[in-house]
C-alpha cells in the first residue's frame, strides 16, 4: 500500500476535482502492474494498473489507496473490471464517501466473490487526499494558509521590503505546494506590491489557477498574475459596473462577484462559487490583511508557516486583528508538525478555532 500511495501522487495536480488514487497489483510475490488516476476524466488507477500488467492478473491481488468505484461517470465502474480479471484480493485504504460509492464498491467486490480488505495505512490513504475528503464533507474547498515570517512574525518590514524571507529551500517548497493545490489566492495590495506570476518555476508541475481579490476592480490587467496559461479569477464585489470590467476582456480573466459584509468581500460567497468550478483547495498566499481575514472568519482550514530565523519587528504581522482577550480563546494548531527548512523552521498543522 505504500507504493500504491506513491504512485497515487503522480496524479497530484492533474486528477482534482477527482482524488488522486494509486494502485498495485501483485502476483506470486511479484509486483506485475502499476498505475494511478493521472488524469481528471481520465482512466482510473485500477484501470491503468491492469493494463499495464505484465503477466495475465487473474488470481493476482490489488492494493489500491481509495474504494474501487461501481458507478457509471465519465469512466465505467472499476468494479467490473476487477471482477472481469479475476482479481482474487482487494486490500483498500479507505472508503470513498462520494454519494454514489460510499461502501458499494466494496460490496459489488464481496458479491461477486472478491475478498476484500478495507482500511490498509488508511490513515495515509486520507492524508492524500484531503482536499477531496473535505470539500465531500463541507461544500468548500480546502484553504492553506501559507505564510514566510520572521521569529517575531514580521511579513514585511515597515516600508513594504519583503524579499527574502524564507530560505531559497523554503520558496522552492513553495513551487511544489502550487503545484500540488487547485489554486493559489492573493490580495489586491500583494499584487499592487510585488506583481508576483504565482505559477511554478522551481519544481516540474503544473500552473495554479490564479485568484486575486480587487474589491473596485483597480488593478491593471498588465500585471503578471493575468499573463498565463492557467487562467486567473478576479473575486469583486457584486456594485462594481460593466464599464470597469471591459479591460479584463479576451484576457482569461474570470470574474466572481459577491457581497461586502462591513466594506469586506465576503470570501466565503466565492469559496462556494470556485467549488462549484471544481477547484477543491485554495493557497492562500497573502498578503497580512487575507490571512487575518481568513483567521478571523474562520475559513482557513490549515497552516504552512515557513518561521526564518530573523527579527523584523515591523507592525506587518501575518495575523492581527483578532479580538481574542483570553488565551484560551486563542486559534490552536493541531496536528502540528515541524521540520527543517533550510535554515526555517516549517510549522504545518490544522486551525482548531475555539467555541
Ligand atoms: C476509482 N479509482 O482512480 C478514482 C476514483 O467520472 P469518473 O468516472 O472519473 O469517476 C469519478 C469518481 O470516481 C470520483 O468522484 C471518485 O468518487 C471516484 N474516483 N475511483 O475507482 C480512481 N479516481
Ligand atoms: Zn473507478
Not at 511479484?30 to 498505475?35: P, W
Not at 465519465?74 to 485504504?93: A, F, H, N, Q, S
Not at 490513504?125 to 520572521?150: D, Q, V, W, Y
Amino acid at each position: 500500500m505504500g507504493l500504491a500511495l506513491r504512485e497515487a501522487l503522480k496524479g497530484a495536480g492533474t486528477a482534482s476535482p477527482n482524488p488522486i488514487v494509486g494502485a498495485i497489483i501483485v502476483k506470486n510475490g511479484k509486483i506485475i502492474g502499476k498505475g494511478c488516476h493521472k488524469k481528471f476524466g481520465g482512466p482510473h488507477a485500477e484501470v491503468n494498473a491492469i493494463s499495464s500488467c505484465v503477466e495475465d492478473p487473474c488470481g493476482s491481488d490489488m492494493y489500491v489507496t481509495l474504494e474501487p468505484c461501481s458507478h457509471f461517470g465519465k469512466t465505467p465502474p472499476c468494479t467490473d473490471l476487477i471482477i472481469k480479471e479475476k482479481i482474487r484480493r482487494v486490500y483498500i485504504g479507505t472508503t470513498d464517501p462520494s454519494p454514489h460509492s460510499n461502501g458499494r464498491g466494496t460490496e459489488v467486490l464481496r458479491r461477486a466473490g472478491v475478498e476484500v480488505e478495507c482500511g490498509v495505512l488508511e490513515k495515509e490513504c486520507i492524508g492524500i487526499n484531503e482536499p477531496f475528503f473535505h470539500s465531500l464533507r463541507t461544500g468548500m474547498p480546502l484553504i492553506i494558509l501559507k505564510a514566510a515570517s520572521s521569529l517575531d512574525g514580521s511579513l514585511a518590514t515597515d516600508n513594504g521590503d519583503s524579499k527574502w524571507i524564507s530560505s531559497e529551500k523554503s520558496r522552492k517548497m513553495v513551487h511544489r505546494l502550487r503545484n500540488f493545490y487547485d489554486a493559489v489566492l492573493v490580495g489586491r495590495n500583494t499584487v499592487e506590491k510585488d506583481d508576483p506570476l504565482l505559477t511554478v518555476r522551481h519544481c516540474r508541475g503544473r500552473n495554479p489557477v490564479r485568484i486575486v481579490t480587487d474589491e473596485h476592480l483597480s488593478l491593471s490587467p498588465d500585471k503578471k498574475i493575468f499573463g498565463n496559461d492557467s487562467g486567473t479569477i478576479i473575486i469583486t464585489s457584486k456594485t462594481v459596473t460593466e464599464t470597469s470590467e471591459t479591460k479584463y476582456k479576451n484576457k482569461g480573466i474570470s470574474i466572481i462577484k459577491v457581497d461586502e459584509n462591513n466594506g469586506e468581500l465576503d470570501l466565503e460567497q466565492a469559496f462556494r462559487t470556485l467549488h462549484s468550478y471544481g477547484i477543491r483547495s485554495i493557497l492562500a498566499e497573502g498578503g497580512a490583511a487575507m490571512f487575518s481575514y481568513l483567521i478571523n472568519n474562520r475559513l482557513a482550514d490549515k497552516i504552512v508557516l515557513f518561521l526564518a530565523p530573523k527579527l523584523i519587528g515591523s507592525s506587518v504581522k501575518f495575523f492581527s486583528g483578532s479580538g481574542i482577550e483570553l488565551v484560551s480563546d486563542s486559534v490552536s494548531i493541531e496536528d502540528v508538525k515541524y521540520k527543517r527548512s533550510g535554515v526555517d523552521l516549517l510549522v504545518e498543522g490544522n486551525l482548531r478555532y475555539s467555541d
